[in-house]
């Protein structure tokens, strides 16, 4: 091990306990995005972020992001941005990393066991809060780092470039412009080499990863209605077609049982499988009974690991996710519903191009409809899309962040992709025409988004090791 890192090391354990003190305090923040009354906790929380790292001497700027779209008395949390060292050293790389200090909401009624804004520590090291893995921890993590290198007399080992945003939870509104804006020339992002997000999270909760691909996600509606208002199914009852049955039996055209979409030509969409990627699945640390656990049963679909682990990262797949208008509420109730929305999504995979999945789900769910001869009247649209992501695990960004892996926990970390989506990696991609890492902290038993959300200490602590020694292996690994 360099000098330098041993010494880094050493100052991050020696700190622990103030480290965790400033998690806590950035916990105690109820930055939650998708709540209008706590938007002045986002704020707070952007302005505390802010002032830790001025206090190291990192130059930071909040950037207003403009009104919220749909709620326009509501101002967007601004974009906190810095720099450190404040002056860039030109003969240094420039590494930008990416956070966020918003929040999920979070109340002890949900089925908490402890206060979600109190961050509570129990005797195996697990500490529990809202944000606490998603996405406090990681993003202190990078202030950890500075502050230890100044603690421990290290000379910082690239020009690091910070963006935080305060919306993450609630779709990243107005920061996809943001980014597109500064990293044109001469704007704050310009002279970026590499970028790193630490925003997800290891497959299991014994080996770190580093992820280098994800699915994107397409999310439909279809609309179907005929009645004017809704009706009593003892009065019109076999006289009225009803919306709903023909609702569901489209829905129930799209996938099957095992998950294999119906939809022609979908399949064709997807890039083959290379011998150099199915090898890349066999040693991957997963298990069967990892998924099981996570399930909560053993109703997987397939029987091995390879396979399990395809169908999550590089295929498609089709998710039915509800039904708006219909009766949902404790009891019964002998509605006939006068229109119904069913909602489901497909997360697509390379090469899949959003558009060309558009126009097979529409011609498909309009001939699934028109086979049912049914008077009433049916649309299909998007909601929303976003794109599927996948970078080079062999570019020099990875190798890097690999050997630091090495140097912190002592293996070789597996090379993952995930299922879901995190839409400003690919922002960043485009927008910098440079690389992305993803190098997550926490564990997958953390429970980001749902209660009890946890970061062991042990990863949060090993954690501000790796991304300190990422960055000292990022400034030194050959662009080949």
Request: net charge negative.
């Amino acid at each position: 091990m360099a000098p330098n890192l041993e010494s880094f090391f050493k100052t991050v354990d020696a700190n622990a306990d103030h480290f965790i003190d400033r998690l806590r305090k950035a916990v105690a923040i109820p930055s939650v995005s998708a709540e209008d009354a706590r938007r002045p906790d986002v704020v707070k929380m952007g302005m505390f972020l802010k002032e830790q790292l001025e206090t190291l001497g990192a130059h930071m700027e909040a950037r207003p992001l403009g009104k919220q779209p749909g709620k326009e008395h509501l101002e967007l949390p601004p974009a906190i941005v810095g720099r450190y060292p404040a002056k860039k050293d030109d003969s240094k790389r420039t590494i930008l990393v990416y956070g966020h200090y918003d929040v999920q909401p979070a109340n002890l009624s949900d089925g908490w066991n402890t206060e979600p804004f109190k961050l509570s520590i129990d005797d195996k090291g697990r500490m529990f809060g809202r944000g606490s893995t998603d996405d406090k921890g990681p993003v202190l993590g990078w202030v950890n780092v500075i502050e230890s290198h100044q603690k421990a007399g290290i000379d910082f080992p690239v020009n690091l470039l910070m963006c935080f945003e305060g919306m993450e939870e609630y779709g990243s509104e107005g920061l996809d412009e943001f980014i597109i804006a500064e990293c044109k020339p001469g704007k704050f992002f310009a002279d970026a080499d590499a970028v790193c997000i630490s925003d997800n999270y290891w497959l299991g909760t014994e080996k770190p990863c580093l992820t280098y691909g994800l699915r994107g996600c397409s999310y439909y509606s279809i609309e179907i209605s005929g009645p004017g208002q809704d009706l009593h199914s003892g009065v019109f009852g076999g006289t009225a077609q009803e919306p709903m049955t023909d609702l569901v039996r489209v829905m129930g055209s799209l996938v099957d049982t095992n998950g294999k979409i119906q939809i022609p030509g979908i399949y064709e969409l997807v890039a083959p499988l290379s011998k150099e990627e199915q090898g890349l699945y066999e040693n991957i640390a997963f298990t069967m009974d990892n998924l099981y656990e996570s399930l909560g049963s053993t109703t997987g679909i397939f029987d091995k690991k390879e396979e399990t682990l395809m169908g999550r990262w590089r295929y498609p797949s089709l998710s039915l996710h509800g039904v708006e208008g219909a009766f949902s509420a404790p009891g019964a109730k002998t509605v006939i519903p006068a229109k119904v929305v069913g909602k489901f999504s497909i997360r697509t995979v390379p090469d899949m191009e959003p558009h060309e999945v558009d126009s097979l789900v529409y011609s498909y769910v309009q001939k699934q409809f028109e086979k049912l001869g049914s008077k009433n009247k049916m649309k299909c649209y998007l909601q929303h899309s976003g794109k599927w992501w996948v970078a080079s695990p062999k570019h020099w960004n990875f190798t890097a962040a690999a050997r630091a892996v090495e140097e912190v926990w002592h293996v070789k970390p597996d090379l993952t992709r995930e299922g879901g989506s995190i839409p400003v990696t690919l922002t960043f991609e485009q927008a910098t025409g440079k690389n992305v890492l993803l190098l997550p902290m926490g564990s997958s038993t953390d429970a980001a988004h749902s209660i009890n959300e946890k970061l062991d200490r042990r990863n949060y602590i090993e954690g501000i090791k790796l991304l300190g020694a990422y960055l000292f292996h990022v400034a030194e690994e050959p662009m080949e």
